[in-house]
């Protein structure tokens, strides 16, 4: 049973309880354990094959469990997702090509029957915040990977969600834009208020970006430890760096990612 | 470009020297001035004729499309109904369709244009619904999650991403279309029926041993394919601008 | 129940609904049709336009020409035409495919040659060659090669051959030129020469790109074989049975049908031909990473 399930609250934004995912023979997910408290940041990292994506869709309801249970803002999983409760951006950006960009982050609202006018406020709104408002109107083609990232993250804002899934979506990115992606949906998140479950492979991104880091190993798929994340301004009594770019720089963002390190080693054992 | 261009003369001059030079009976290849000739001198019934051979490739062009295009939304909404239909137009695409031109005549009469438009109609199911079955199928896989996320119905699925992921394998049907049907309309017109298209004038022509006459309806029918053709390309493209190639 | 045995199932279902489609439109549109504004837009449905169909299987076990005896039944006719339409089909078919991969080679080779005849090639696909079968036609009885005379037959299978070069012309070079940089590297590390790259490598990853090129360039010949002897006027093949039939078909249609049974029936050996060599290919199938 995991320590940090001590302080929660009535109304988690995640809550997963003895989740088991079995694919045929193989044992993808092995008595999950996990929760999210709201406006949380918890990124999932580990070996391939440890399970993080899977776990991650099963959150999303994308696959079912199969055994234990999933709940997200306190509702089971499926219902979550029919009530529109949260918000996914994929690896690949998953960008209609047929559509704008603002027609692409309208797309929430428009298979829900939300209104013309609301739609476009609120899509402006988006890209607003992701910083590409001058491309509403271009083609996803027209767009770097980058910004084709960004647009899926606001389209996955565009329900108001209260939780915000991502599924490595800079994995695709090259360092640079990386590390300002990381800082813009750092502000994002904090803007919005959402809970972030961020699955990802690199050890520095999880590091800065969470507030926890919930280490897996495969074969089955579980989690093995988890460790304080360094996302700036989670510790505002000591004073932390606000800016991504210093935190990367300290002696604490360090110690953690060594210990994220040690606890991957220690798993492969 | 250039080197297409220097054959295609090359060719012609020297087929035009060698039919000289050889004294090469006009049965078997006229010159290609005695052709360009003719065309000049036919052009007012290869424009009439034209337009007749054209107008029942466009015809079957349009409910072809239209047919083939609601088999497979068809096809794709029910696997009954793309089972049914799967054996139906593989065999149809291997099968003499033109060779059902006498069976429509009888059918239809034979004199209007409906038997040799229903044969395009048949020649221009066969690719239009191919492609489009294809299209309809190809739903990538984060597209799906997408909708999945989203809690969409069927319907919001089809009209979302799947209807609007297939217009480009529908637009290529359509140019693959396109020229097929003007050369299922030449060639129906060889089995019998009204005598006012291109094909029928090919025919009329070497049966008069004007040769070169016959050959100047054979380009034009060939400059009537590559016209469908182009439109076809046309349509595909302006429909998919703004798409990745 | 099993995949293969539902496939089979299917299948025949579906021929067996339009066989049913048939009668129905047959029961339900009257004998003559729906006419609006001079043209015909529902067809004839009497028994003189649209036979039933137990009328025309009937009809293949019955004489070609009534009363007369020492005459062959309508099936064997149909059967002989079919056949021998299937031959010169076939023989262009290999003719043109021969032709067609040597001239896909000689545009490997020669990149010049490429650029200069690919747009034909192509173009060619998308215009009525079958215009000149008349022309071909022509030919028949008037000139000899080397003391052979040229037959209408002849003019049946250049025609065939003619539009099954073209398809697999292109099939063959979009696959003999398919094989990615690194596996044509791999050879050139090895030493091999361009002959031996062609054998070993280019050859047998072109098989997935020239089986489809094959269906299309069988289909093609049929049809071919078929419009070609009508216009050459060839005894012996189905196209000419067709017109025959298509003449004496007033009254009595279900002949006519008959033969265009066969000549379905031969477009769809033709294809069963195809299929038979891409099973026979199978080692190489798949694509070549």
């Known amino acids: 049973m995991s320590e940090l399930a001590s302080a929660k609250s009535a109304r988690s934004a995640v809550e997963l309880d003895g989740v088991d995912k079995r694919f045929g023979d193989v044992l993808a997910l092995s008595g999950i354990e996990l929760t999210l408290d709201d406006g949380e940041f918890v990124s999932l990292i580990g070996p391939s094959g440890c399970g993080k994506s899977t776990l991650l869709r099963v959150v999303a309801d994308l696959e079912q469990p199969t055994a234990g249970t999933v709940q997200v803002g306190g509702k089971p999983a499926r219902q979550a997702r029919l009530d529109q409760d949260y918000g996914i ?7 209609l090509e047929w559509r704008t960009v603002a027609e692409n982050v309208e797309l929430p609202l428009h298979v829900h029957g939300v209104g013309k006018a609301e739609r476009r406020a609120r899509a402006a709104e988006l890209l607003e915040l992701v910083g590409l408002a001058d491309f509403a109107g271009s083609r996803p083609a027209q767009l770097s990977g980058g910004m084709q990232q960004r647009v899926a993250i606001a389209r996955a804002l565009a329900p108001q969600p209260k939780l915000l899934l991502m599924d490595e979506p800079f ?33 520095p991104e999880a590091v800065v970006l969470s507030d926890r880091v919930v280490v897996m190993t495969p074969r089955p798929g579980r989690i093995t430890e988890v460790v304080d994340g360094r996302r700036p301004g989670r510790d505002a009594a000591e004073l932390e760096p606000d800016d991504v770019e210093d935190v990367r720089e300290t002696a604490a963002f360090f110690a953690a990612v060594t210990a994220v390190r040690e606890a991957l080693r220690k798993g492969h054992q | 470009m250039v080197a297409p261009l220097a054959l295609g003369l090359l060719v012609l001059v020297v087929w035009h020297l060698v039919v ?36 029942n490739a466009l015809v079957g062009l349009i409910a072809g499309f239209l047919i083939g295009l609601v088999l497979a939304v068809l096809a794709a909404s029910s696997r009954l109904i793309a089972e049914l239909t799967t054996p139906v137009v593989l065999a149809a695409s291997a099968i003499p369709i033109v060779a059902l031109a006498p069976v429509f005549t009888i059918m239809f009469g034979s004199t209007t244009e409906i038997a040799r438009q229903l044969v395009v109609t048949v020649v221009v199911i066969v690719p239009v619904f191919v492609s489009a079955a294809r299209g309809l199928r190809a739903v990538a896989p984060v597209h799906g999650d997408l909708m999945t996320s989203l809690a969409a119905t069927p319907w919001q699925r089809a009209r979302f991403v799947r209807l609007p992921g297939a217009v480009p394998y529908v637009m290529t049907g359509l ?19 009204l005598q006012n298209g291109l094909g029928s004038r090919i025919t009329s022509a070497a049966a008069n041993t004007a040769y070169a006459r016959a050959w100047a309806f054979v380009v034009a029918s060939i400059v009537l394919g590559l016209l469908f053709h182009l439109g076809g390309t046309l349509v595909e493209r302006l429909v998919t601008r703004g798409r990745p190639a | 129940m099993g995949g293969r045995t539902r496939s089979v199932v299917t299948t025949a279902s579906a021929f067996a609904l339009l066989v049913l489609l048939w009668e129905l439109v047959k029961l339900v549109v009257p004998d003559d049709g729906v006419v609006v504004g001079g043209v015909r837009i529902l067809p004839r449905t009497d028994d003189a336009s649209m036979p039933h169909v137990w009328t025309v299987i009937a009809k293949l ?36 495919g021969v032709l067609g991969v040597v001239l896909a080679l000689v545009m490997l080779r020669f ?52 539009l099954a070069f073209f398809p697999i012309a292109v099939g063959a070079l979009r696959g003999l030129a398919g094989p990615n940089r690194a596996s044509v590297e791999l050879f050139t590390s090895l030493a091999a020469g361009w002959w031996t790259t062609l054998r070993r490598l280019r050859l047998p990853a072109a098989v997935p790109a020239i089986i489809p090129a094959v269906r299309l360039a069988a289909a093609a010949a049929v049809v071919g074989a078929i419009v070609a002897e009508i216009s050459t006027g060839t005894r012996g093949g189905i196209g000419r049975l067709i017109i025959e039939y298509a003449q004496t078909a007033t ?4 002949q006519l049908y008959a033969a265009i049974l066969g000549a379905a029936v031969l477009g769809l050996v033709a294809a069963a031909f195809v299929s038979l060599l891409d099973r026979a290919l199978w080692r190489y199938r798949g694509a070549v990473g």
Request: aromatic letters at 8%.
């Open chain 3, 111 to 162: 990149r010049l040659a490429e650029r200069a005849m690919l747009p034909y090639i192509v173009a060619s696909q998308t215009v009525p060659l079958i215009a000149i079968a008349p022309l071909v036609a022509g030919w028949g009885g008037k000139i000899a090669i080397m003391g052979w005379a040229w037959q209408p037959w002849a003019s049946v299978m250049v025609i065939a051959s003619y």
């Open chain 2, 175 to 193: 140019r693959l279309a396109a020229p097929a049907a003007v050369i299922a309309s030449v060639v129906a017109e060889y089995f019998g029926g």
């Open chain 3, 251 to 254: 009254g009595d249609p279900s």
């Open chain 3, 61 to 96: 076990g019955q004489p070609e020409v009534a009363g007369a005896a020492d005459v062959r039944t309508v099936g064997a006719a149909v059967a002989q035409s079919a056949l021998y339409t299937l031959g010169l089909a076939l023989g262009g078919l290999v003719l043109g």
């Open chain 1, 171 to 203: 994995g695709a990115l090259d360092e640079m834009t990386r590390e300002r992606m990381q800082a813009e949906l750092l502000r994002i998140a904090r803007e919005s208020g959402a809970a972030v479950l961020f699955v990802t492979h690199s050890i």
């Open chain 2, 20 to 55: 000289v030079a050889f004294a090469v009976p006009a049965f078997l290849l006229p010159t290609p001035l005695a052709i360009a000739q003719q065309f000049v001198a036919q052009f007012p019934v290869i424009l009439s004729t034209a337009a007749v051979t054209g107008g």
């Open chain 1, 89 to 95: 951006a994929f690896q690949q950006s998953g960008l």
